[in-house]
């Protein structure tokens, strides 16, 4: 099976994410009962990747939260899941006294080489006047966040920021993919916070929570490598390689360029061999399965 390099020289702006505030006396009240992750238990000045799901378990939206107090969270989201996903933790709020907020933030991401000194910091989350960075520590690769108010002058190939996500197992989730998976198929038990199976209702929990105890979800996330740059088309099939021929399988979540390689993210039924070979096209390259230290559940 083949393995990757970490990601270097990152210093990137992420126009294609925008920063949504929830505010207000309810708000963790509020955001406990929708979220996937325990936002009671986030310490102050934390963040972790986290889901809303619709009532049968399936993601809306997935993104990086940020608790800056029991009244006040910022949310990461990739772009294309706006409005859709927004107005979905809308329509939940009515009776809360909340309030929702676009904040007019540049977000950048930077490898550890590349962060620029005045932003070096040793803590989870961390404010100036300007800036908040957040150092994530994530499961193959860290790296650093930061918004701020005073732009800076980066910009980077946005198939290394995705190479590097590919890299430490984070879903690149979008709207394509929106209503399809519930959390456990894009592997979310595994990183960071992202799932609680202790924190009481919120919802799609009774989807979420019998996936894991009754064995119910028969997907995961995995990666495919090749050495052959191909065009692809998010939510395309793959096909597997059997001994009665090739057959159509699973779904392509997202993909990178990388090293003159290929990556792709693919839901598949998580039961697979991981010797298999799979491929795009018929008479085209075939790609091999990353290797993966979750067991997938």
């Known amino acids: 099976m083949p393995t990757l390099n970490k990601i270097t020289q990152l210093a990137i702006q992420l126009d294609n994410y925008h920063v949504i505030e929830i505010s207000g006396v309810d708000s963790q009240t509020f955001l406990q009962g929708q979220l996937t992750c325990d936002v009671v238990k986030m310490p102050e000045k934390s963040s972790t990747l986290a889901a809303h799901c619709d009532p049968k378990g399936k993601i809306v939206s997935l993104f990086r939260l940020i608790k800056f107090s029991s009244q006040q969270f910022w949310f990461i989201f990739e772009a294309s899941l706006l409005p859709s996903a927004l107005d979905q933790l809308k329509k939940y709020a009515v009776f809360s006294k909340v309030d929702f907020i676009t904040k007019d933030l540049s977000l950048y991401a930077f490898t550890a080489d590349q962060l620029p000194e005045d932003l ?9 006047e300007t800036d908040t960075i957040l150092h994530i520590t994530a499961t193959e690769q860290e790296y650093y966040l930061v918004l701020t108010e005073a732009p800076r ?3 980077a190939d946005q198939n290394k920021w995705k190479a590097l996500n590919i890299l430490n ?28 199976f202790s924190k009481g209702c919120y919802i799609g929990q009774e989807t979420i929570a019998r ?18 740059q191909e065009d692809i088309e998010i939510g395309n099939s793959v096909e597997i390689s059997l001994e009665s021929g090739w057959r159509r399988t699973g779904t392509i ?5 990388n090293d003159q390689q290929t990556w792709l993210q693919v839901v598949l039924n998580k039961d697979i061999s991981l010797n298999s070979l799979f491929r795009l096209y018929e008479n ?14």
């Not at 070096?120 to 100036?128: F, G, K, R, S």
């Not at 690149?172 to 993919?177: E, K, N, P, Y």
Request: hydrophobic residues 40%; contains cysteine; proline residues 3%.
């Open 253 to 257: 979540i997202n993909f990178t360029y």
């Open 211 to 228: 996936a894991k105890y009754r064995g119910a979800n028969k997907l995961a996330m995995f990666t495919l490598i090749s050495d052959v």
């Open 169 to 196: 197992n984070y879903p690149l989730f979008t709207a394509h993919c929106q209503g399809e998976f519930i959390p456990q198929a894009l592997n979310l038990q595994h990183l960071e916070q992202a799932i609680s």
């Open 284 to 297: 085209g390259a075939t790609y091999q399965v990353l290797a993966n230290k979750f067991i997938t559940e």
């Open 153 to 155: 002058n980066f910009t």
């Open 120 to 128: 070096n910091i040793d803590t989870e989350v961390y404010q100036t």
